[in-house]
């Protein structure tokens, strides 16, 4: 730029916005919450359903606890999408994989589990990861 020139960029309804090469800009992360098509999909899922892949969650990964994680509304709408899916049985069979799991379990460098409800449920490969880890235990009996 010389002297007393101003970049500015037009936004797509026109709007002038001034032009800060130096400035840094936030970085997007992608949304936690579900498309559009997966809240759809959950619609038809019973609370009494949700409630009880919960509590078997709790029963595996919290066991003997006082404080539990709150069941809020991005965990219910994890598992009325991952329920309508795959099942309430193969829901459980997903929780089982992730507790199956060493690294998922704490026993990783760093020492933390990485065993939250939302992170089972995040998305299809997820959920197949840890089916996939569930039955592997099973067929060596380790369950």
Known sequence: MKGDEV???LTLDMQEIPYEPNKK???RRAS???RPEQNKKGAGVSEEEVEEVYQYWVTVMRPGRARVPKLDIERVRKMKWAIA???VELCKQAIDGCAASDFHMGRNRANKRYDDITLIFRD???VEMFLERGEGKKA???F
């Open 25 to 27: 800009r936030k970085q």
């Open 140 to 142: 060596k009996g380790d």
């Open 32 to 34: 936690p919450y579900l």
């Open 124 to 126: 299809v490969e997820h």
């Open 85 to 87: 899916d795959y099942g």
């Open 7 to 9: 970049v500015v960029r």
